[in-house]
């Protein structure tokens, strides 16, 4: 029992305190038991804050603070750090969420809000009088990580790795490295050929001894945690297992595939898509022929597959499409100089500096004619001329209509249709389907499985430059975790009370991490949890037929304390 | 090879901190410098941040913070670099200015009993000259070092803080210092600066009191806001028609800002939803080119805000005119209608681009740090390793090399991180 | 109108305690009578616990459950499925009904899910109580 509390209210600069009472929670809360102080704090996530929080730990001798602010998934480690910095057990630190789910949630209600605010600190409270010093558990960690997918973004996590001393196995799905870059030509902005930057980037990984490539490789396999993941890898018929300490998933994305007859793909000859299109130019020499016929005039037709209305599954925009297909445009123009480009588009989202692109195709002539979901271009054949028929919003909504000799779908990207990683790696997946970072903006190349990394087009639509910026940052966040040789373990892990076990099993059948065993204890013997494969789910503890096991942080004095304090 | 710091780190914004945190993980010695008083750069001052709409000042402050406690972390604030020379041994000589604070780093409490006593009142850069402040003072609430600074050229040297100082922290004594370092390796996050739209006439800016900068809006909107409610400058009325002018700044050879900024739009739209939800009768235009909604999550974050009812005009503003009683009149052309109208606003929010803060370059003495066109920091592996620079050892984070959004400015100060890890471990 | 009914939800750390805080975010709106406690995962909840609350006042109460999401493993589901099972026959001994204990997978961004949830769960809690009320 902890019998000096520090209480800490945040107003969140107002994000709490607009709609919470400040001063009635601290009212309501200051005669508790064990309540030794309650204070409120603008910010308490400020340094200011934390050092007050810090100077009252020590002065006051307190044995347990509350910090009642944001969800706790933002501060938790700032607190928890304020703790151990003045000495006080990081364990013994809770947190309140009464932000997100009372002043946010209630903000229609400032009363209720209140009200619940003062609820959840006085749970809060009790949570943290029935606290334990927890001390977290140190394993070793392999400086080895694994990077699935062998496209542009996989060789450049795995050539930074190893220029860092992490040892790599890199894992590609189809018999060759190099993705959907190897196969594009030139490329915006700097126009440097796809081949070559494959080949370059190859170049470099065959300089690295630390790096072992697996082509028509699949992970179909994981167990283990964070540091010591053991991976399962299917080459052709044989399985290989490895140990790796990190998992990078770069796997990139498909193109989108149009459906039958959208905007007339496989029904009329003359419609392609923009891969089709990058191809065909590559291919054609001197002119541009497609299915034997000189192509003088090119229908850009973008957003195929993206910002979708409601009958379509893509709300995204897919990002790279608008300045691919301009650098498309200007790249044609230049090989074959009589040719006339039509972008049907809906706004150019040409951002940065790819607006210099968008710049030079409007001075090479392009012509821009932007439509809205509700006017699609239409396209008819009328004695073999294919027609675009379109309401033009950049000329007040005049119906214009063109004669062209090839239509370019501007196909976006899409996540990978085959779902064996998400179900052999449990990463989420978002609205969008893509992979979800675990926070946009603190943690964009981490997922909620600890250890496993996200990076480029599996996680959503992004150009290079901003493949290669997510692939090396994934890298280096690998890394920073991978190369002290330990890992330190969140020592929330369930607990077997020896003498009430009757060592029915029941536990270990219901731990999907085989981390219970047997010991001896007295004269006979009972189960016990082995911690470095403990992931502390808690799945033992309601099967227990005589309650003899515990969660650290989730004891029954701990939830029932604030189930009896959220009613009082 | 023998050197003070592993790295020099030079800006401490977000790009700067996230290589900064990155490298002192892996073990390496950072100095960072930072020219201002306190660190967090720009995002530090914002509201919420699109398309999650969560708190910039919650998002950063931990990371501020963390930066400033490393153990492998050396922060110099008020400092920039005056030369930086490559030696033989490929280490880096640099030269840095310390500007005096005549403070007391380690003394002051951050009490603002000075700015009680200071009778020297200006302009508050920190919150964009909405408000004012003393000329001794602590740049905002949640600054990092929360202590304070005399601004000497706007002080009358009449002691009053000196006296009134519990802690005797006011050192008028100080001076500029210059320290020596040598380091292995450099990092270039120096950030962007904001285009000043006083160099469209056009528009009215400083001029017209109520055609604000959208970073002014921002600050009326951010936690740390020095108003609590949404004010317009000429009579401290409440608006209940705002209209946002897109692109100002950008987009524009006339300003000799020819690209994109790639954020004003998302922070528009975002701003326009606040603005929403604290002013629900409020009438709210967005008169824009094109929405450049590009990112995870960026256009629905569009759909919702016209959902909510902003109303989207495509037209780009020819003038903005003032009335007797501060509105303003808006011309412009209407695209979708191809008619030129006018309309008539309470406030006018410019939504003002990013432009390339270079001026780390004549720091450089021996090697030249190339830019690009539009003079950011030129990336010459692009396509391989984004964050290499010209000179051999040195790179480049976040929008020191181009305008980016914050997820994209966190990766590649990753990116850089990466880069300086295999460079230094190359060296040894 | 009386005070509305009380409501206990057990949310999981990774998965639906995130949808719950979007919520916030979001500002979409519940009963202000909505608590939640957390734990790592839906199937670590003890009966006892759910009865605990019962028999100190709250009148529901909510496993918002990791379903398929869950990052400890696919037989989450199924484990809290039978917690809920194994309750709602204390709960019959107990005199409760078993419509007090509910149970729904919340995904990370099921916010909008999560609020309907509260809010029918609300209105069937009020028909339960009124019941009791006028027997």
């Keep these: 029992m902890k019998k000096k509390i520090g209480v800490y209210v945040c107003h969140c600069g107002g994000n709490i305190s607009d709609y919470v009472d400040i001063e009635k929670v601290k009212e309501a809360v200051k005669e508790e038991a064990d309540v030794y102080l309650v204070k409120n704090t603008l910010f308490a996530c400020s340094d200011s804050s934390q050092k007050e929080i810090e100077h009252d730990i020590q002065e006051s001798e307190l044995d347990a603070i509350v910090v009642a602010s944001c969800s706790p998934k933002l501060h938790v480690p700032t607190f928890r750090g304020v703790a151990q910095r003045a000495g006080l057990n990081p364990y013994n630190y809770v947190q309140a969420n009464i932000r997100e789910q009372s002043s946010w949630a209630h903000s229609d209600n400032p009363v209720g809000a209140t009200e619940k605010a003062i609820q959840l600190v006085k749970a809060a409270i009790a949570k943290a009088r029935e606290s334990e010093a927890l001390t977290p558990v140190k394993i070793p960690a392999v400086n080895v990580a694994a990077v699935i997918g062998g496209g542009i973004g996989g060789l450049r996590s795995a050539i930074s790795l190893a220029e860092m001393g992490t040892e790599v196995y890199l894992i590609e799905k189809e018999s060759k490295i190099g993705g959907h870059i190897a196969q594009w030509d030139k490329l915006f902005t700097s126009n440097d050929k796809g081949s070559d930057i494959i080949n370059s980037l190859y170049s470099q990984i065959l300089k690295h001894t630390n790096i072992k490539i697996f082509t028509n490789a699949e992970v179909i396999e994981k167990t283990g945690s964070i540091g010591n993941f053991n991976i399962k890898v299917k080459i052709d018929k044989e399985i290989l297992p490895l140990h790796v300490g990190a998992v990078i998933v770069n796997t990139g994305f498909e193109s989108y595939q149009p459906l039958q007859s959208e905007y007339g793909y496989n029904v009329l000859e003359n419609v392609i898509t923009l891969p089709d299109f990058k191809n065909l130019i590559e291919k054609s020499d001197k002119e541009l022929i497609h299915n034997g016929k000189i192509i003088k005039k090119v229908a850009y037709i973008y957003c195929v597959g993206s910002r979708q209305d409601d009958e379509g599954e893509n709300k995204y925009c897919s990002r790279y499409c608008c300045t691919a297909a301009i650098h498309v445009a200007i790249e044609a123009k230049q090989k074959y100089r009589n040719i006339i480009n039509f972008h049907y588009n809906r706004g150019i989202r040409t951002y940065g500096k790819q607006e210099l692109l968008y710049e030079e195709s409007c001075k090479n002539g392009d012509i821009y004619i932007q439509f809205n979901l509700e006017n699609k271009p239409q396209i008819e054949v009328v004695k073999g001329k294919t027609l675009i028929k379109v309401k033009d919003i950049l000329t007040a909504g005049k119906e214009i209509t063109a004669e062209v000799d090839l239509i370019v779908l501007v196909t976006g990207m899409i996540s990978r249709k085959d779902d064996t990683l998400i179900n052999t790696l449990k990463i989420p997946v978002g609205r969008d389907n893509f992979y979800n970072e675990i926070h946009m903006k603190l943690r964009p190349v981490e997922t909620v499985i600890d250890g496993v990394f996200i990076a480029g087009t599996c996680q959503s639509p992004k150009n290079i430059l901003e493949t290669l910026n997510s692939s090396q940052a994934a890298a280096a966040k690998a890394n920073s975790v991978l190369t002290k040789g330990e890992m330190t373990l969140e020592p929330t892990l369930a607990q077997i009370n020896p003498a009430s076990c009757i060592l029915c099993e029941n536990c270990r059948n219901a731990c999907p991490f085989d981390a219970i065993m047997t010991v001896n204890y007295e004269d006979r013997q009972v189960a016990k949890v082995n911690v470095s494969n403990c992931k502390g789910c808690g799945m033992c503890t309601p099967v227990c037929p005589t309650d003899a096991i515990d969660l650290a942080g989730f004891t029954n004095p701990q939830i029932e304390g604030m189930i009896d304090a959220l009613v009082n | 090879m023998s050197a003070d710091y592993d790295v020099l780190i030079i800006g401490a914004g977000i790009a700067g901190e996230e290589s900064a945190l990155k490298l002192a993980d892996m073990g390496f010695k950072v100095l960072l410098v930072e020219k201002e008083p306190s660190i967090g750069g720009k995002m530090i001052l914002l509201s919420k941040v699109f398309p999650t709409l969560d708190c910039a000042a919650c998002i950063t402050t931990p990371k501020v913070s963390e930066t400033a406690r490393h153990p492998n972390i050396t922060l110099f604030t008020l400092t920039e670099p005056e030369s930086i020379i490559k030696e033989v041994d490929n280490t880096f000589s640099i030269t840095l200015k310390k500007r005096p604070r005549y403070v007391v780093e380690q003394d002051c409490t951050g009490c603002q009993e000075c700015e009680t006593v200071c009778p020297s009142v200006v302009h508050d850069q920190f919150q964009m000259n909405l408000v004012a402040r003393k000329a001794v003072y602590i740049p905002f609430n949640i600054a990092n070092p929360r202590i304070a600074l005399i601004d000497i050229d706007n002080c009358m040297l009449c002691g009053a803080c000196e006296q009134k100082c519990p802690s005797n922290a006011i050192d008028f004594t100080q001076k500029e210092q210059i320290i020596s370092v040598k380091v292995k390796s450099v990092i270039v996050a120096t950030g962007f600066k904001l285009f000043d739209p006083i160099h469209i006439e056009r528009y009215g800016y400083g001029k017209y009191k109520n055609v604000i900068t959208s970073m002014q809006m921002e600050r009326q909107l951010a936690p740390t806001r020095p108003f609590n409610n949404i004010l317009r400058p000429s009579d401290g009325k409440v608006p209940d028609k705002i209209a946002y002018v897109f692109c100002t700044g950008s987009r524009d050879h006339t300003i000799g800002n020819p690209i994109c900024s790639q954020v004003c739009c998302m922070y528009s739209i975002k701003q326009s939803q606040l603005l929403m939800g604290a002013l629900p009768m409020a009438d709210i235009s967005m008169y824009y080119i094109n929405i450049r909604a590009f990112g995870k999550g960026f256009n629905e974050f569009y759909m919702q805000a016209k959902d909510m009812g902003a109303n989207f005009v495509k037209g780009k503003i020819a003038s903005i005119s003032e009335k007797e009683n501060g509105n303003l009149i808006l011309r412009y052309e209407n695209i979708e209608t191809g008619e030129v109208s006018e309309s008539e606003h309470d406030l006018v929010v410019l939504s003002v681009g990013l432009l390339a803060n270079s001026s780390v370059t004549k720091a450089f003495k021996n090697k030249i740090l190339k830019t690009d066109e539009i003079n950011y920091v030129k990336q010459t592996n692009l396509l391989q390793s984004p964050a290499i620079t010209s000179i051999e050892g040195v790179f480049a984070a976040g929008t020191a090399t181009a305008p980016m959004d914050i997820p994209d400015t966190i990766m590649s100060a990753g990116a850089a991180a990466a880069e300086v890890s295999g460079y230094l471990n190359q060296l040894s | ?135």
């Design chain 3, 1 to 135: 109108m009386a005070t509305q009914p009380k409501i206990l939800v057990f949310s999981t750390e990774k998965i639906s305690d995130p949808a719950i805080d979007l919520a916030g975010l979001l500002k979409k709106h519940y009963p202000a009578s909505v608590y939640t406690i957390s734990v790592p995962c839906s199937s670590c909840i003890k009966p006892r616990w759910i009865m605990r609350a019962y028999e100190k006042g709250f009148d529901g109460v909510f496993i918002a459950a990791d379903g398929t999401d869950c990052s400890y493993g696919e037989s989450c589901g199924e484990k809290t499925s039978q917690i809920v099972m194994n309750t709602q026959k204390l709960m019959r001994e107990k005199g409760l009904q078993p419509s007090q204990l509910k149970m729904a997978a919340i995904c990370s961004v099921c916010a909008e899910p999560f609020v309907k949830h509260m809010q029918s769960f609300v209105k069937d809690l009020e028909k339960i109580i009124e019941t009791h009320a006028n027997s």
